[in-house]
């Protein structure tokens, strides 16, 4: 199976790069605004792809949502990857689109599976630009959404926040989906201890991993009182990495578009059958999403932690 990463690069978005890249085919990086401008968010990609000796693509995507401003998540500094310099990468994004290239890859024998770990703009786009290429994604595992409390409001997540015209249309989607939350994603992160061995560990990637997330905990802590340096990112890899470290639950889902309190919040059906059948959800119709509902935290950050230490 191909698979397409589509981020904000963004601290957490490059150790879900690094996570997937280990363990499986990318055939291209599609970037988003979201974590800073898509300008931003592109020249990480090449950037940190480069530091990590990474020969894969990068496919400069959406700058502005669907239909609302962009809002920013003030915890990944100016550039979106503060903490450590970044060099420069001597590539260009590819001239196709990351629409383009995301109708492309499905479009191809097998399709392709997508992990978003940024605003679902652009598969959106894509889906609305080109009807036929739903069939042609096999598989899809977001980062997004909260069956629990928000982060960027009391009740919405930030890249469902970011986008929730774009992620109501994917959730209305047949696309087979994985969906990962605030609510377990923002429990599972590196501690200061954890972020000391990866910075003294001598490894170049591992190195600049702990500076960034150095700076990233720090921002955490100040901005949403978590002393972690939460991989929200890195959990929406495991469905195709390592299954058997969350559990997945059958939910419909929908985002809601029109509330004073709660635009961007992700509502998961989550009653008894019977009151599903009695009182229908107005997103009755739809294919239930497999929401993460837990996750082996200390399993899943030693796996990560352990695909960084080592890098090459
Ligand atoms: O709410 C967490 C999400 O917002 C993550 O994808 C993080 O990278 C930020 O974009
Ligand atoms: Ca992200």
Same mark, same amino acid.
């Given at each position: ?66 239909? &609302? ?108 989906? #994985? ?106 119709? &739809? ?23 080592? #890098?090459?």
């Amino acid at each position: 199976m191909r698979y397409i990463i589509d981020c904000d690069p963004g601290h957490d978005d490059a150790v879900a790069i690094l996570l997937a890249a280990r363990a499986l085919t990318i055939s291209g990086v599609t970037t988003v605004y979201g974590n800073a401008p898509v300008e931003l968010t592109t020249r990480n990609a090449l950037g940190f792809l480069d530091m990590a000796g990474l020969d894969i693509p990068v496919f400069r995507g959406s700058g502005t949502p669907l239909q &609302r401003s962009r809002i920013d998540a003030n915890v990944h500094g100016r550039s979106g990857l503060d903490g450590a310099q970044l060099p420069a990468s001597s590539r260009q994004p590819e001239i196709t689109s990351a629409i383009d290239f995301i109708a492309e890859q499905a479009s191809l024998p097998g399709g392709v599976s997508i992990i978003a770990t940024g605003p679902l703009t652009n598969l959106a786009r894509a889906l609305s630009a080109y009807s036929h290429i739903e069939s042609g994604i096999a598989s899809l595992s977001v980062m997004g959404g909260s069956a629990g409390p928000g982060n960027t409001t009391p009740m919405a997540e930030f890249n469902a926040c970011s986008d929730p015209e774009a992620l109501d249309i994917v959730l209305a989607s047949a696309i087979p989906m #994985y969906m990962v939350g605030y609510d377990i994603t923002s429990r599972t992160g590196f501690t200061e201890s954890q972020i000391d061995c990866l910075e003294t560990s001598g490894h170049r990637v591992a190195s600049f991993i702990g500076k960034v997330m150095r700076f990233y905990r720090a921002r955490q802590l100040a901005v949403t009182g978590l002393d972690i340096a939460p991989q929200h990112d890195a959990c929406a890899v495991l469905p195709y990495l390592q299954p058997s470290l969350a559990t997945y639950t059958d939910y419909r889902a929908a985002v809601e578009l029109a509330g004073s309190l709660t635009t961007g919040m992700v509502v998961f059906d989550r009653r008894p059958g019977e009151m599903q059948r009695s009182r229908p959800s107005p997103f009755a119709g &739809r294919r239930p999403v497999k929401l993460c509902t837990a996750l082996k935290n200390s399993e899943v950050i030693n796996m990560i932690l352990s695909a960084i230490i080592d #890098y090459p």
